[in-house]
T-cell receptor, first 114, second 112 residues
Framework: DAGVIQSPRHEVTEMGQEVTLRCKPI?????LFWYRQTMMRGLELLIY????????DSGMPEDRFSAKMPNASFSTLKIQPSEPRDSAVYFC????????????FGPGTRLTVT | GQQVMQIPQYQHVQEGEDFTTYCNSS?????IQWYKQRPGGHPVFLIQ?????EVKKQKRLTFQFGEAKKNSSLHITATQTTDVGTYFC????????????FGRGTQLTVWP
């Protein structure tokens, strides 16, 4: 299994630009999680899906952030417009929660907004 | 608010010394998991504890789950430089469809 796949691995963009992060979960997993990691705030859960349905988006910082999961094998996290304070590492993780609850993390996308 | 507290935030040890990180939850957990994140890497699952008072070992690592299922610890005996990284505990509260509540992590530095 290839594990959780994220793209791009690095993204540098200018303030005001739209940023789209992509995630392909492990095949067969039914839960998908988007996290943001910074030195100041640690690992924060932004949103998670179960069977492609958003369950809790209370961690999404503001309306500039949106996430979709159109099917079981793909999810996107979009920031529009981006701001310097959005600079962080964004992780996608997936799990099969009815069997076990361990989460498998992707390699992350390091986002820098200048 | 912070659901799962983890201490210490940082720990520096000499190679060969022991290391312990502690995790406390404000609510009873269905299970607790531990993850390790190497510098520049992503969190990787280490182990899951489910039963009250459970103790599990992985070589030099010993994991415990409290009797009340609200606290947990990870103890590393005779640290090695390969143990460097950040250790996270993550609690599962049940009926949250797989959501984990992560602690802030303990960043371990091991001096040779």
């Amino acid at each position: 299994d290839a594990g959780v796949i994220q793209s791009p691995r690095h993204e540098v963009t200018e303030m005001g630009q739209e940023v789209t992060l992509r995630c392909k979960p492990i095949s067969g997993h039914n839960s998908l999680f988007w996290y943001r990691q910074t030195m100041m705030r640690g690992l924060e859960l932004l949103i998670y899906f179960n069977n492609n349905v958003p369950i809790d988006d209370s961690g999404m910082p503001e309306d500039r952030f949106s996430a979709k999961m159109p099917n079981a094998s793909f999810s996107t996290l979009k920031i529009q417009p981006s701001e310097p304070r959005d600079s962080a590492v964004y992780f996608c993780a997936s799990s099969y929660f009815t069997a076990s609850y361990e989460q498998y993390f992707g390699p992350g996308t390091r986002l820098t907004v200048t | 608010g912070q659901q799962v507290m983890q201490i210490p935030q940082y720990q520096h040890v000499q190679e060969g010394e022991d290391f312990t990180t502690y995790c406390n939850s404000s609510t009873t957990l269905s299970n607790i998991q531990w993850y390790k994140q190497r510098p520049g890497g992503h969190p990787v699952f280490l182990i899951q504890l489910v039963k009250s008072g459970e103790v599990k070992k992985q070589k030099r690592l010993t994991f415990q789950f409290g009797e009340a299922k609200k606290n947990s610890s990870l103890h590393i005996t005779a640290t090695q430089t390969t143990d460097v990284g950040t250790y996270f505990c993550a609690g599962y509260r049940g009926s949250t469809l797989g959501r984990l509540y992560f602690g802030r992590g303990t960043q371990l530095t091991v001096w040779p």
